[in-house]
């Protein structure tokens, strides 16, 4: 698992985290601010893009 | 009588109910659902794409957006009379962006008239079908039952998680356009006088409207907070009623994408292109993974690893293409309607209310065979489509934004993705165009990495198209005496009930013509 974290680059794990929330994870109690996190997560790849990761 | 050979009556009413002759329509068959899902992406891809050049389009955009959201809201069934605290949100947005708009009108300092933003304009459209669509429907919705309570109360609250992103999309446009403001007065030897409050680059005359979008997007935000993921729960979806959905959806994207590349070359329209052909091969591999599962298709690690490939391959351009981009480019209507319903149309099958189904569940959906069919046959169409795109990259005289293009130029050299200029450092676009946000000629690093970029995209859909031709040839549920008899049994049910022209009579045709790729195949 970790070995698989290693291959990618922050972009494409941010990326796939994205996409997880495309249909938001409702099912798991903890993530209450499921839209803050949408945001997060795009900024967070419009800056990685940005930085060129 | 039988020397006549001219075709029946009941030969051509046949075709009629053939499920191989795909009706097209230009019409928008997505549910109210599926259009607000629809906002939800096209929001993120504006967040995730935004910059400083787009903060004017933006800005004259926000309020329509917000008023056909109102419009939307307001058609939803089951409004108390009155005031009602729950539309006290939308009401004060409304009213914000209200005020936004007639400071804006017949504004001559910035941002001044000008063009709109073509994705929030595309967000306004649909959320204008969606409302059309609940007005003409929403008389028949129970409202007073739980459960569609709570799917009106999920809608609302889809509404406002697209206003949130879109406002914040607009608030980061305007940072970073201060942000360039300053560092353009800094090289030129100004000075600027930094701002105190938000962040210091919402400097005049960006600042105003920091605080001005900060206001709307800290009321969608209050709505939300705590409310998103339990609203959503009781979001309702759609029972299948159409087997042949993502077919036509396909086949209409297929013929919507070449029309587009026929035309002039539009970037914003290779863009979605691009993209639409990413999201072909992502939802394609969670396709190919459940049919493995219900014994529709062979499993296999080279088919998947194929698509994965040629799905980033895909992204890859996507995202060279999209520097080519100006602020306020359109985009080719239908192709952007074609693009919406086949991401509507996949996530009809792979996703379950709010989330992605299993490969099980899946796997159990009556569709699913004629769904993974009609993707392996876009995988394989899209090698062709990767050549056309590919012949883009060498068109003459290619422009685009200044700084996205010199920000690309230095970025490619520096990663070695571009040769190395024998002169050494080059200044690939002149300061001065970047200042005026001038559209510029594509530098040499750019159409380089361009045209590899595009050569890589062809090379992998080719592999993809390959092994997706030759899983759709191996289908055991399409092969005579393949092993899914239930399968069959279970799709027959189906196509009886959905195309039949009589109640419990089969189908005309045997299951294993139901998939002869006709629409697609001739058409790439």
Known sequence: MLADLEERTPLQLLTEAEELTRPLPLHQPDLVHGSQLVVDLCDLIREARGLGY | MATDLRPAYADIDEELFDVDQIPMTSRDVRSVGEMLFDVDYLARQLLMDVGGDDAGTLLRSWPTMVAAAEDLWASLPGRRPGVDERDRPITSLSAQAATIESSLSGRQAWPGQGPTNPRVDQMTQTLLNAAALVRRYGAEIPHEQTEAHRDLEAARTRIMHGLYLTAHAVNVALHDNGRNRVTDARESGRRVQLAQHHSPYAVAPTGVWVDRISVCENTARSYLTDRFPQALAGEATRPVDNPGRLAQALANWDIQSHRALARDLEPSNVLLITRTQGLIAGASMVLIDAAATAGVLEPSDRLVAAIADAGRSWSNLASRWGDLVPPAARLDEPLARAAAEVRAAYR??????????????????????????????????GSELAHVVAEKADTPNLTGPARALSR????????????????????????????????????????????????ATAAAASTAAASAMLAHSNCPSYRPGGRSVTAHAQYDAHVTSAFSPQPGVPPRKPPCSIDRSAPVGPLR
């Open chain 2, 408 to 455: 690309r130029a230095h970025n490619d050299v520096e990663s070695g993705l571009a040769t190395p200029p024998a002169e050494g450092d080059v200044v690939w676009v002149s300061p001065a165009d970047i200042l005026a946000r001038r559209a510029v000629r594509v530098p040499q690093p750019v159409r380089e990495t361009l045209r590899s970029a595009s050569t």
């Open chain 2, 348 to 381: 009809h099958i792979t996703h379950d209310t709010t989330t992605l189904a299993t490969p099980e569940a899946i796997a159990a959906c009556p569709e699913l065979p004629q769904a993974t069919m009609a993707s392996l046959r876009a995988i394989g169409a």
